[in-house]
């Protein structure tokens, strides 16, 4: 698998931490109140894959949509 190999992961949660922080509630927090494993938020805090129920889970708790908080970045051969 060529993603993994380069260890680049097509989204990015900087706007999910930026939120986060702007709403003055810790990571610690959001994963109690949702009932998030740790497992999870550490794919979170890595920009890993995360399963689209608990994408949902956030936005519900944040009152936002998806494009809010993740980001998709594109990556090609030039980006090594």
């Given at each position: 698998?060529?993603?993994?190999?380069?260890n680049?992961?097509?989204?990015?949660y900087y706007k999910l931490f930026d939120v986060l922080n702007r709403k003055e509630?810790?990571?610690t927090k959001m994963r109690?109140?949702?009932g998030?494993?740790?497992r999870t938020l550490a794919?979170?805090?890595?920009h890993e894959y995360i399963a689209m129920e608990v994408l949902d889970k956030i936005c519900?708790?944040?009152e936002l949509q998806p494009g809010d908080i993740v980001e998709h970045v594109l990556f090609d051969?030039?980006?090594k």
């Open positions: 698998n060529r993603r993994k190999e380069t680049k992961m097509p989204f990015k509630i810790t990571k109690i109140d949702l998030i494993s740790t794919k979170i805090s890595n519900t708790y944040l051969d030039k980006t």
